[in-house]
C-alpha cells in the first residue's frame, strides 16, 4: 500500500479498483467530440483535489474510459467507486512506476487519447527551512514523474494522429511566490515544457494544454503545512478547474487561467516586471 508522501523502496504492485456494474451512474454525451468512440483518459493525482475533480468530470459524462492513479489508495478508490473507473494506486516519483502505469492502463484500456497530468504538492516557508529530501519530492511530484510519464505516453498518441496532454500548472508558476520558491520553480518550468512540447508537435495531431489554475479549495494548503489565510484572491471549488479542463480539451485550447482574469498579472509581469515585483513585494 502506498501512502501519500511515503517513499517505499521498491515500486509497489498496481491495486485495481473495478467499481460494481450496478453503482455506475448515467453520464451525459460529450458536446463537440468529433469522434463518438469511447476513449481513454488517464488521469494522475486523482486521489484528491483538482485531480479528482477532473475524474468525476469526465465520469459523468459517456465516451471516456477512465484509469486513476494517486498516492492514496483508500481516497483513490472511493473516487474510482464514484467515476466507474479502473485505478492504479503507485507513487510516480519511484524507478519503473509510470512504466508499469503505462503497461497497466495499455492493458486494461487500451492507448491513452487524454492525459491529464493532475499530482502535485508543495511546501510552504523559506527556502533556507526546507528539508533537501522535501526540495526533491516537489520537483519529483510536480515536474520530473509528469515528464516521465509523459515521455512514455507521447509515442502512441504521436502514432495514432491524435491525443491530448494536459498540463495543470500553477499562478505561482507564471508569477512566483513568495515562500513557494521550489514549488513556483517546478510550475514555472511545467509552463515552459507545455510550449516547447507545443511546438515540437505541431502538425502530428496531438495538442498540449498548460491549465493555469490560481487559489483552489483542496488540502493542498494544509498538506503543504500551511492553510491558505488570505481574504484575496478568494479560493475557487476544484470543479470549477475540471470544468476548464473539459472545455480546453473539447476546444483544443493551449492555456486556460482559472479563473480567467489571472491573465492580467501575468501580463502586467510580462509587460513591466519591475513595476510587478516592487508591488509583488509589497503585498505578496
Not at 79 to 101: C, E, N, Y
Not at 156 to 165: F, T
Request: charged letters at 25%.
Amino acid at each position: 500500500m502506498v501512502h501519500a508522501f511515503s517513499r517505499p523502496r521498491s515500486v509497489p504492485g498496481p491495486q485495481v479498483v473495478a467499481p460494481d456494474a450496478d453503482r455506475a451512474k448515467p453520464r451525459r454525451q460529450p458536446v463537440g467530440l468529433r469522434d463518438p468512440r469511447t476513449r481513454t483518459a488517464l488521469v494522475t493525482g486523482a486521489s484528491s483535489g483538482i485531480g479528482a475533480a477532473v475524474a468525476r468530470r469526465l465520469g459523468d459524462e459517456d465516451g471516456w474510459r477512465l484509469v486513476l492513479t494517486g498516492r492514496d489508495p483508500v481516497r483513490l478508490r472511493q473516487v474510482a467507486d464514484d467515476t466507474s473507473a479502473t485505478a492504479f494506486a503507485a507513487d510516480l516519483t519511484l524507478p519503473g512506476a509510470g512504466r508499469q502505469l503505462t503497461d497497466f492502463t495499455l492493458a486494461t484500456a487500451g492507448p491513452v487519447d487524454l492525459l491529464v497530468a493532475g499530482a502535485g504538492v508543495g511546501w510552504a516557508g523559506e527556502f533556507l527551512d526546507m528539508p533537501p529530501r522535501t526540495i526533491d519530492d516537489v520537483l519529483d511530484v510536480n515536474l520530473l514523474a509528469t515528464l516521465r510519464l509523459v515521455r512514455l505516453l507521447l509515442p502512441g498518441m504521436v502514432a495514432a494522429g491524435s491525443g491530448r496532454v494536459v498540463l495543470i500548472g500553477s499562478l505561482a508558476g507564471s508569477v512566483a511566490v513568495r515562500d513557494e520558491a521550489v514549488y513556483s520553480a517546478a510550475k514555472a518550468a511545467i509552463g515552459a515544457f507545455a510550449d516547447s512540447l507545443r511546438y515540437e508537435l505541431r502538425g502530428t495531431g496531438v495538442g498540449v494544454t498548460h491549465v493555469v489554475p490560481g487559489v483552489v479549495d483542496t488540502p493542498f494548503f494544509e498538506r503543504r503545512g500551511a492553510p491558505y489565510r488570505r481574504s484575496w484572491p478568494r479560493p475557487v471549488p476544484p470543479e470549477r478547474v475540471a470544468d476548464a479542463v473539459r472545455t480546453a480539451v473539447l476546444r483544443g485550447r493551449d492555456e486556460v487561467y482559472v479563473p480567467s482574469w489571472l491573465r492580467l498579472p501575468c501580463r502586467v509581469r510580462g509587460a513591466a516586471p519591475g513595476l510587478y515585483r516592487r508591488l509583488a513585494a509589497r503585498f505578496g
